[in-house]
């Protein structure tokens, strides 16, 4: 951390009891050798599908099909989302944001806390990092672009910093040909990154040609 | 992704449909790669840790999750066999504890938390 930073304009940080624990057993065991960071990652990265993202592609899918339930997400996102049982154990509140035509939305937070996992599934290990956060803040384009998602230039990106208090779900463009589609069907569609802001949904028609 | 059969005989270990682990918080994921790499390390052999691990799930009835979930009575259990092998001497996880809370306490929302070590 910067370490002279006594601006009391933001809250500090909080790690609660288990976090605190299950951090203070990661330094210790990395200190005296016996786990590898760098290797944990990507042991968690091989696990982090397992709560899945499926929770928030049915969000999306209702949102998509259902314009009823859209106007609900939008209005009162956490309660829409707890329509389907979803609810955080920290009671955090979700926001979604809307992505059309103009405007292109990517969410960015560096603590992992401050993911809603309980929708998207466990965070990739990028989301985490850094550079995701300071570059994304600054560089959206380019960071887009790293992602494979080229945005024409009139299109507006927005970036929104999740908070303690508020955590964002990017609801992307529904693809074109999906006219009349179940929810179950266009749920397939609807990947973790395109709810982070840093992918848009599957495209049916390279998907048929990918199966 | 599925585990080995002798992973994945620990009791009540908590697997989907294709054999592979079911988190349901980032910190479970952590706490489960971090058994795992210990192990393989050589701190502890797996009979021990589902011995460890096993004994603890008793001690909450039936292990139902019902007062704690699953993963709370590892991270305790993964606690107990740590110090039970000398690698968390007495009081060095707590101060560790400590350590990690002012650095959270001292670190604005937003930016990473990060342990200062000498």
């Not at chain 1, 049982?85 to 960015?108: I, K, P, S």
Request: hydrophobic share 40%; with cysteine.
């Amino acid at each position: 951390m910067s370490g002279h930073d006594h601006s009391h304009d933001h809250d500090h940080s909080e790690l609660s009891d288990i976090e605190l624990r299950v951090r203070a057993l990661e330094t210790l065991l990395t200190e005296k050798g016996y786990i590898d960071p760098p290797a944990l990652d990507e042991l968690i990265e091989t696990y982090e599908t397992k709560i899945g993202p499926k929770n928030g592609a049915r969000v999306v899918a209702r949102a998509w099909a259902d314009p009823d339930y859209r106007d609900r997400l939008m209005k009162d996102a956490t309660a829409a989302i707890a329509e389907f049982g979803f609810t955080g154990r920290q009671g955090e509140h979700m926001v979604a944001v809307e992505n059309d035509e103009t405007t292109h939305n990517m969410v960015v937070c560096t603590l992992c806390s401050c993911y809603p996992w309980t929708v998207l599934g466990l965070p990739p290990v990028w989301y985490k990092s850094p550079p995701y956060r300071s570059r994304a803040v600054r560089d959206p384009r380019g960071v887009l672009d790293e992602f494979g998602v080229h945005l024409p230039e009139e299109k507006e990106i927005r970036v929104w910093d999740s908070t303690a208090e508020v955590r964002y779900l990017v609801i992307p463009e529904r693809p074109h040909g999906t006219h009349g589609w179940s929810e179950d069907r266009l749920a397939e569609l609807v990947t973790r990154d395109s709810m982070i802001g840093t992918g848009l949904a599957l495209d049916p028609a390279k998907r048929e040609t990918a199966a | 992704m599925t585990l080995p059969d002798a992973i994945a005989a620990v009791p009540r270990l908590p697997l989907d449909e294709d054999g592979g682990p079911v988190f349901s918080a980032p910190w479970e994921a952590r706490v489960f790669a971090m058994t795992l790499q210990a192990h393989q390390a050589g701190v502890f052999t797996w009979p021990e840790w589902a011995e460890t691990l096993g004994a603890e799930l008793a001690r909450d009835g039936d292990g139902s999750g019902e007062t704690l979930g699953y993963y709370d009575h590892w991270l305790t259990a993964f606690e107990k066999l740590l110090k039970v092998k000398g690698v968390a001497g007495a009081g060095q996880l707590a101060d560790l504890q400590t350590a990690w809370d002012a650095a959270a306490k001292a670190t604005p929302h937003g930016q990473p938390i990060e342990l200062q070590r000498r």
